[in-house]
């Protein structure tokens, strides 16, 4: 079990060990209406007495009262304890989940808080009831011997028979359901992302192709979960028979016992009631399967997604850097085992701007992406100021590094927000947020742009930035970047979207950044981009070509394409 998950069950003992506390009162209550049944048979009846009725009469709705009000008092502490438990573990999954690199994620971890909500709610289901309720089956069949060993025999032949139709349960819907709730993660995980992509769908004419596609998906989720469902229904139909037709042989047993003499008549109805609740939680376990294998899985799912995620570990806070950067055999690999990057090594100096450039596919975005932070090498090193990237603290590194992905993904929330990196949920100054998010504007060129739109820097975005053309969307990803003035700032083709006037503001604010000391690395597709650099790495096949100043590597590519022979003209022999 990890460590956070323990941790924060321990935190919810209290409320755990209160609501089997109260189970224990609650099935000794349930005792009273069976001593009820035998007081009126046995005393009232045979003598007639109505004030006896009365106090007994008295007694169960006293009992029955009290039951009822410890019943809603497990239940609610069952809810808080689901509170308890979502104060305690969400952070940690919001954090293991949004801190872990794109690279080598797994699915689980985009459903991680689907299935936590489905653990919590299982834990205030009726399965936990049951599972409360389970301890006290040994205790009504001590009872059931107690009235006659005949009823106790015919109780502990029924648990019996109602367990091992819990097993079967157990064998045969175990792997349809989780392979139907896999099927249905990725239906419902497909169709979230094509309903963001709504409007590229409507515009290249996908809407009928993406709906029977996800109708395809339905369709296998469905069949899954309809055999999964069939399997199961006809075990727990089988239980219920099973426990009904054994509460109602009770009754028969009992009469022939009490014809017989050996049992009171009163204890013919106690002997029905004891069976039936001896077998009730086996039987509502049953009943409640499909919800204790998916929490279940959700169980394992979470101790998965955590255990990976690794302890926090409080690193030594280290000194703003100056932005010298050192990459030593540099390896990342794909989930599917391919090498994106391999052997990569170089050096960066403070201050220093260099251009990466390329054929598609080489691994340029993968190179900028690890070098921020956002993709863990399978090996090799990035070391920031001589500090090995993996002893800094996450979060402190990037504050000082500005990265700006190639697709510029920005957040439902204002303007301001974005460029801020959402500092003011942090509870951070606002008048020194505003200050500083005007600012990285104006350095990136965008403090114009903004303010001509309707809300200024106010303006609410939608999912995914949506409000902003892909140009403005470009400039204030980039003045996201330069928020609060980084040591290092890491663009990938940041002028992808720009006509001419944006590209000169962006350089500019390159050559802004490069005067004030900022280490730039950016990937670049244009040559306009080349009179602010410095240094220039090409990279193929995941490897570094050529790399050094831009002079001499731009003199080998014009001597190497010299000294390469003509391609030979078609058609010609």
């Known amino acids: 079990m990890n460590e956070a998950i323990r941790t924060a069950l321990q935190a919810c003992r209290r409320h755990f060990t209160s609501a089997i506390v109260f ?28 004030t006896t009725l009365y106090m007994l009469t008295l007694v169960l709705l006293v009992g029955l009262v009290t039951m009822a009000a410890l019943d809603t008092l497990r239940s609610r502490l069952l809810v808080r304890a689901g509170v308890r438990l979502d104060a305690q573990l969400a952070k940690i999954i919001l954090q293991s989940t949004l801190g872990r690199p794109s690279q080598g994620r797994q699915r689980n971890a985009l459903q991680a808080m689907r299935e936590f ?52 349960n157990e064998q045969v819907t175990r792997a349809r359901l989780q392979e139907a709730n896999q099927a249905a993660g990725l239906t419902y995980s497909d169709f979230e992302t094509a309903v963001s992509a709504g409007d590229v769908v409507r515009a290249l004419g996908m809407r009928d192709a993406m709906v029977s ?13 309809t055999e999964a469902s069939l399997a199961a229904s006809g075990v727990t139909a089988t239980s219920k028979f099973v426990r009904q037709f054994l509460q109602s042989l009770a009754l028969g047993v009992g009469a022939l016992l009490a014809i017989d003499g050996l049992i009171s008549p009163g204890a013919i109805f106690a002997s029905m009631f004891i069976v039936g609740r001896a077998l009730a939680p086996i039987d509502q376990m049953v009943g409640n399967w499909r919800g204790i294998i998916q929490a279940r899985g ?87 100021d001589g500090a090995d990237q993996r002893n800094w603290d996450p979060q402190r590194l990037a504050e000082h590094v500005g990265f700006m992905p190639q697709e510029s993904t920005l957040f439902r929330g204002s303007i301001k927000e974005n460029i801020a990196r959402f500092r003011n949920r942090l509870g951070e100054d606002p008048a020194q947020i505003d200050t500083d998010a005007i600012a990285a504007a104006q350095v990136a060129g965008a403090h114009d742009l903004i303010q001509r739109l309707p809300g200024g820097y106010d303006q609410q975005l939608g999912l995914g930035g949506r ?62 981009m080349m009179p602010i650099v410095d240094g220039l790495m090409i990279v193929q096949d995941g490897r570094i070509a050529a790399y050094g100043p831009k002079h001499e590597v731009m003199q080998k590519i014009g001597a190497q394409k010299a000294m390469s022979p003509p391609s030979p003209t078609p058609g010609v022999a």
């Open 213 to 225: 596609g996800h109708l395809a998906q339905r369709s296998h989720m469905m069949r899954l979960q």
């Open 23 to 50: 189970s224990a009162l609650v099935n000794l209550l349930f005792i009273v209406p069976m001593l009820y049944m035998l007081q009126v048979y046995e005393r009232v009846v045979p003598t007639r007495g109505h």
């Open 117 to 168: 909500d489905t653990l919590r709610q299982a834990m205030t289901g009726p399965a936990i009831l049951a599972a409360l309720d389970a301890p006290w089956v040994p205790i009504y069949v001590l009872i059931a011997f107690l009235v006659s060993p005949w009823i106790g025999v015919l109780a502990v032949v029924g648990a019996i028979l109602v367990i091992l139709l819990a097993i079967r």
């Open 298 to 384: 959700a169980w394992n799912t979470l101790n998965e997604l955590l255990n990976q995620a690794g302890p926090d570990i409080a690193l030594t806070q280290l000194p703003r850097p100056q932005g010298q950067i050192e990459v030593e055999d540099l390896h990342v690999i794909s989930e599917d085992g391919q090498p994106i990057l391999q052997n990569i090594s170089f050096t960066v100096k403070p201050g220093q701007v260099i251009a990466i450039v390329g054929p598609s596919g080489a691994g340029k975005s993968t190179l900028v992406r690890a070098l921020a932070g956002a993709v863990v090498p399978n090996h090799g090193a990035i070391r920031i």
């Open 467 to 528: 409000g902003l053309s892909a140009g403005q969307m470009q400039r204030v990803a980039l003045a996201r970047a330069l928020f609060r003035g980084p040591s290092v700032l890491i663009l990938d083709e940041p002028n992808s979207n720009l006509d001419a006037d944006g590209e000169q503001e962006l350089l500019q604010c390159l050559h802004q950044c490069k005067t004030r000391g900022t280490t730039i690395l950016l990937v670049a597709h244009r040559m306009s």
